[in-house]
DNA sequence: ACCTGAACACCGTTCAAGT
DNA sequence: ACCTGAACACCGTTCAAGT
């Protein structure tokens, strides 16, 4: 007999940051949100337990920060070659937000809190050189990136978002809304239709961009 | 001596939800953040009393939505006259951002909701039919919409972010970033660069709908 | 170093009791 | 109808005690 249940300090480590990521983001993604007691529930071990490996609630919030850096695609910055800043922006913006889209429920979580990753910044870092390089004012640049991001923050959030965004009451008269609502698919295929806008948004921002180059 | 400690019913009532939003309001404006006790310090009231008047912290929550929206200005909608669509998204944009400008807090706990207030669905619908009237079919205008939004309110959650957006960790490297931000001003100003961002994704969106439009 | 168990302050919500 | 006060479940965090 072992004593599990009495033993102080057990042989092997009950804990470690990882297990605590992955059961917090398990929590995350089915309940929407976590709870530092839930955490240790779902790994058999007392809520105190968790402080020795991580700094409370806000600790846990970074780990989660990191699984959904570590899950971005970094490597299409690497080889940026001849290929035109559009096509490497896209592609940026496409694996920021699918990073997010894997796990819809952590975006609310992390939305208000500060981007440190060594990779995140390197990685703005050789976006703005490619753009620099491109034509583009380094103050344009920086605001470039900057609204593309909103737009791909907003647009996680959106798939986090409760299934029917636009409730219609019978009040409002909107029918031309509810043709477009109805001309689009509900339910399981409303990542299709947020898709879709975030397809939509990525394209009119580059053409958008590509209008404004100086050297044009 | 009216014994104002003790009296279970007052003559006239303490609370109100007016009262209530505001007392709400100002706390998420300086904290960030709300609580219903404290809100009930804020209003000289025991915590449960707010519940005569609010269906608790979800109910708090619709309150605060609903002064973002009554911030919105939605005349400018009403005459769409001959104005070019460009300008009218461009101003429904502005003063949607605007409103959430006016409480930056306020964003990351409105984020997750349903918008369901008759007046920002019949904006939605004026909106949907002027750009159905200015040649875009209704499928792609949901899309235009939903894109523009997510970019409204990534750049509203960009002005709730702490100062220091990205913080660079001496071990990377990152000079042009760098470069870049201190280009930028800083601190007090900082309202100031997410304003740029703003209006460089706004201008970048709506070159990019308008190259779109079918109909050239 | 790592886990437990007790403890504390605090939050969200309910409900009987009073006027 | 409207406010109080007590009560409950739950969360985040700390810390002495054990191995």
Redesign the pocket.
């Known amino acids: 007999m072992t004593e599990a249940?009495?033993?102080?300090?057990?042989r092997?480590?009950?804990?470690?940051r990882e297990r605590i990521a992955n059961a917090a983001l398990a929590i995350v993604d089915e309940t929407g949100d976590?709870?530092?007691?839930?955490i240790?529930r779902a790994l058999?071990?007392?809520?105190?337990?968790?402080?020795?490996?991580v700094?409370?609630?806000?600790?846990?919030i970074e780990l989660l920060r990191e699984k959904v850096v570590d899950a971005m695609d970094y490597d299409q910055l690497h080889r940026i070659d001849q290929r035109p800043w559009q096509e490497v922006l896209a592609c940026f913006a496409r694996s920021y937000r699918e990073a997010f889209a894997a796990h819809p429920h952590i975006v609310p979580i992390l939305a208000t809190t500060t981007v440190r990753a060594p990779l995140v910044i390197s990685a703005y870092e050789r976006v703005i050189a490619m753009l620099h390089e491109a034509g583009f004012p380094e103050r344009d640049s920086l605001a470039m990136v900057t609204a593309l991001e909103n737009f791909i923050i907003g647009s996680a959030l959106d798939l986090a978002a409760p299934p029917v965004m636009w409730e219609i009451p019978e009040a409002a008269e909107a029918p031309e809304l509810a043709k477009a609502l109805e001309a689009v698919p509900r339910d399981a295929e409303r990542a299709e239709r947020a898709d879709r806008a975030f397809e939509a948004g990525l394209a009119a921002l580059l053409a958008g961009f590509t209008e404004s180059l100086p050297s044009r």
Do not use: I, K
């Open positions: 249940a009495e033993m102080a300090r057990p092997v480590a009950l804990l470690d976590f709870t530092v007691p839930a240790a058999n071990v007392q809520t105190s337990s968790l402080y020795h490996h700094d409370g609630r806000a600790g846990v």
